[in-house]
């Protein structure tokens, strides 16, 4: 079932009753069936193999060995790879259980953390189930860690009307995000990148931007939903989106959004890589190459590098993702690498970091150079990928012609203007309020309740409920 | 609790507000040069064009204005279907008007579509009563789902109302007589020779069909005289087998209701392998346009001995 | 060396590499109070602890850090041995 199913708002009350109303020393494991029951709902046939992880992990890791933790990783990072990732050909999966990238990567988090002694494992396998099965975050995270989630799933909560209210408030901002922002940007978008030969470059510079408002909107949107939920039930789950489009560097961006992915690739891979001997040896080699450079830096060149890599490939099997992960692992190597001689530069310019104008660069700059990652991460196909690059910097047109290109892809024809104003208007309103957000702005908090009706107003008015049926088509 | 319960519902009531709001009155906002309302404000007319964006696209109303002394108009809708024709012209006859000539569209890739409402000003344009009617039209043949209702009462044309003071006056300067007044210039031959098309579902689509002779019917029991024009495709779309086909049955179905007033894109004497002619494989440039308009009203003139041209 | 000592002298090397004259640590101290302390940041203290206390950190031992406090223990205990 997904969060924008008809039946997801009837099962989210039914579970929120169940959980306040059944005795205290059964919430837990009340919470438990829930979850399973949630993720049976998507599709029974997914089940066994969530069961398999949670019960192979929970056994092997009781000891934390090695061992352990060798036979937990193949199995899996086996299920993941065969599922994800078509490697053999004639054993291709039909099927890809719901979640599980995100399930596996807590999984081995876990496995990872015990055996490395920063958390005991966990004896009662059915408090380890809930960790792993919880409803709220299994089907596209945050990827929660045991240290985070561990105790709060399993401690007693008591309904709370604040709470209620702060959820519910969050899950309308996710709902908002999702069926309204991105719900409209996603016909567009799909339109233009399925066949991105036929548009020129305002269309298609308009198609990326539009996918990077549509992919915030509809991952954060996700997110709230399940933070807000999770809230009301009393559990916080960890952030996974800080504003990160205001963000002013590419590295404080990675800090900013997806950020439990992106924290268990530096807890789980560049770390233990750049404490290696191999990662030693190597960066004493660059060393030799470059004596100038700082030892440190040297140190995460390599990490760098095979977490970005990997990081491309969690996303999917596609080239498009590998070369997406390439173009970050580059942007961030060299980030990394000119890290001292632009503190230097800076200082000799008299850079002044608090500067409106500068900021406003930094981040624009930041902005663009993740647009232009999104390229790849969007386009179909290589090849794609490339046209649409070649395109936007050799065609870029403002003709009347381009303008009204650029309007096709709304697909109601000649009503695509009033979308057009409409959606103009929406991502305004998106920018302004996260601005706001971004400053601490306490008009937004005094606004509350103006903000929820307008967003309820808005999600029914305005909002993308299930496959247009109404989409125009030339004849 | 208290202030959230009011903030939540002040939210819902403006969601009422609009929806009563677009599905009762929305079709008295005025939209002057177009539209089933402003069509039946006009009162008798001598020739009325009742289809979809060919209909729009590759009729040029000043011409016909010139043949039929201005007591003519062009109601287009995009992607407008047999389906939601048949409510269309019932509105239009609850208008109390008379129609010299009544002109529908021949468009065989419409049989073949799924039910729904391409454009959402059709929806915008009818009464509530007519409203229910399409409604029921749509929910008769089955496609519809809670999603579709949503959309059909609540989310569709909601842009277009909102944003009604800003895009109104754009439109009124589009648009004569409901036809488009813009010098669209042709495409290039190469870009006519390669552009795709695609007529994926060939299977035809039964309630289309069933509309198509229901209106055959309504129009009988009314006495209201019509015909049915194909207004020419680019040779590529014209010539696909696909196509020809489900043209065939278009024609059949007319034939079975005993119809023979209908003008297939070869009895009007236009080159569809000229590209000047055409924009896209349906519509044509403003050349275009005007070309057939001038050969359609010279045939209609030569068929029809009580038109009102001298 | 006393745990005192390792303090002092880890508290230089955060003020070197945050370049920030100002950065008091103490035992709670954790990346959520520093605000620059990043993958790269994380690393140079790494290598700057190494170099200052002329050891070697493993993979295992760097991953259990949750604050400064641990991170002078696993000094203090290295400096020892």
């Known amino acids: 079932m997904s969060f924008t199913s008809i039946w997801f708002p009837f099962f989210c009350a039914l579970s929120i009753a169940a959980y306040f109303l059944v005795p205290v020393r059964y919430q837990w494991k009340t919470l438990l069936i829930i979850s399973l029951v949630f993720y049976s709902l998507a599709n029974p046939v997914y089940l066994p193999f969530l069961l398999i992880s949670i019960i192979t992990t929970h056994y092997f890791m009781l000891k934390g060995t090695g061992k352990g933790l060798a036979a937990t990783l193949i199995i899996n990072l086996g299920l993941l790879v065969y599922f994800r990732y078509n490697l053999i050909p004639g054993f291709n999966s039909l099927i890809v259980p719901l979640g599980i990238s995100f399930y596996t990567f807590m999984t081995l988090g876990y496995a990872l953390d015990v055996y490395n002694g920063v958390i005991k494992p966990e004896r009662n396998i059915f408090k380890y189930a809930l960790f792993i099965s919880y409803f709220p975050q299994i089907t596209q995270g945050p990827i929660g860690t045991w240290e985070a989630m561990g105790r709060q799933l399993i401690e007693p909560h008591y309904f709370d009307a604040e709470r209620l209210k702060r959820g519910g408030y969050r899950i309308l901002i996710g709902y908002f995000k999702k069926l309204v922002i991105a719900g409209r940007l996603m016909f567009y978008v799909d339109t233009v990148f399925s066949s991105p030969g036929s548009y020129g470059a305002l269309t298609l510079c308009t198609a990326v931007f539009f996918y990077a408002i549509e992919l915030y909107a509809d991952f954060s949107g996700y997110m709230d939903i399940a933070a807000g939920l999770s809230e009301i039930l009393g559990i916080r789950l960890s952030e996974n989106f800080l504003r990160p489009y205001f963000s002013r560097t590419i590295p404080e961006y990675w800090r900013r959004w997806h950020i439990t992915l992106n924290e268990w690739f530096r807890d789980h891979l560049f770390v233990p890589l750049m404490a290696t001997e191999f990662n030693r040896s190597f960066s004493d080699g660059l060393k030799k190459v470059l004596p100038k450079a700082k030892t440190a830096a040297l140190r995460t060149m390599l990490p760098l590098f095979v977490v970005w890599l990997t990081t491309g490939i969690w996303h999917g099997a596609a080239w498009t993702y590998l070369g997406w992960g390439l173009y970050y692992a580059v942007i961030m190597m060299a980030s990394t690498g000119s890290a001292g001689i632009m503190k230097r530069v800076r200082k000799k310019l008299k850079w002044n970091a608090k500067n409106r104008f500068i900021i406003i660069f930094q981040t624009l700059r930041t902005f663009f150079i993740v647009c232009l990652g999104y390229i790849f991460f969007r386009a179909e196909s290589i090849q794609d990928a490339a046209l649409i690059f070649k395109r936007i910097f050799t065609g870029a047109s403002l003709s009347p012609g381009a303008v009204k290109q650029s309007l096709i892809p709304f697909g109601n024809g000649h009503q695509a203007i009033a979308s057009a104003l409409i959606l103009t208007a929406l991502i305004l309103g998106l920018f302004i309020y996260e601005l706001l957000e971004e400053r601490q702005d306490d008009r937004l908090s005094r606004h509350r309740l103006f903000l929820a009706a307008a967003m309820i107003a808005a999600t029914g008015l305005l909002g993308i409920f299930g496959q247009s049926n109404f989409l125009y088509q030339a004849f | ?310 | 060396m006393s745990r005192d000592e390792v303090r002092e002298r880890l508290e230089k090397v955060f003020r070197e590499v945050f370049d920030d004259e100002t950065i008091v640590i103490t035992d709670d101290t954790s990346a959520e109070d520093i605000d620059a302390w990043d993958s790269l940041t994380h690393v140079e203290l790494i290598v700057a602890v190494e170099e200052e206390f002329e050891m070697k950190l493993s993979a295992r031992e760097i991953v259990r850090l949750k604050n400064v406090g641990e991170f002078i223990n696993l000094i203090h205990e290295k400096a020892g041995a």
């Open chain 2, 1 to 310: 609790m208290k202030k959230a319960f009011i903030s939540i519902a002040a939210g819902l009531a403006v969601i009422a507000a609009f929806v009563i709001f677009k599905n009762i009155f929305s079709c008295y906002l005025p939209a002057k040069n177009r539209g089933i309302q402003t069509v039946i404000r006009q009162g008798d007319l001598e020739l009325l064009f009742l289809g979809s964006s060919t209909f729009r696209c590759n009729i040029d109303m000043p011409l016909v204005d010139e043949a039929y002394d201005g007591r003519d108009y062009d109601i287009a809708y995009a992607g407008n279907q047999p389906v939601a024709t048949v409510p269309e012209y019932e509105e239009l006859r609850a208008g109390g008007n008379s129609y010299g000539l009544m002109v529908f569209d021949l468009n065989p890739m419409l049989l073949s579509q799924a039910v729904k409402i391409s454009d959402a000003r059709v929806i915008w344009d009818l009464t509530f009563p007519s409203k229910l009617r399409l409604w029921k039209g749509m929910k008769d043949s089955e496609e519809t789902d809670l999603s579709t209702f949503y959309e059909f009462f609540v989310t569709s044309g909601m842009d277009d109302l909102i944003t009604y003071p800003i895009t109104e006056p754009f439109y009124l300067t589009r648009y004569y007589k409901g036809a488009k007044t813009e010098e669209t210039p042709a495409s290039s031959r190469e870009y006519l020779e390669n552009e795709s098309f695609d007529i994926s579902k060939e299977k035809v689509n039964e309630s289309q069909r069933a509309a198509v002779a229901a209106l055959v019917r309504r129009c009988r029991e009314d006495g209201q005289r019509f015909v049915f024009i194909e207004t020419p495709h680019y040779y590529r779309l014209a010539d696909d087998p696909k196509y020809r086909q489900l043209k065939s049955v278009f024609v059949k179905t007319l034939e079975d209701e005993g119809v023979d007033e209908y003008i297939l894109a070869e009895d009007i004497e236009m080159d569809n392998r000229n590209s000047e002619f055409f924009e896209d494989m349906t519509h044509f440039s403003a050349a275009g346009r005007r070309e057939y308009t001038r050969l359609l009203l010279e045939y209609l003139k030569d068929q029809s001995p009580s038109s009102s041209i001298d």
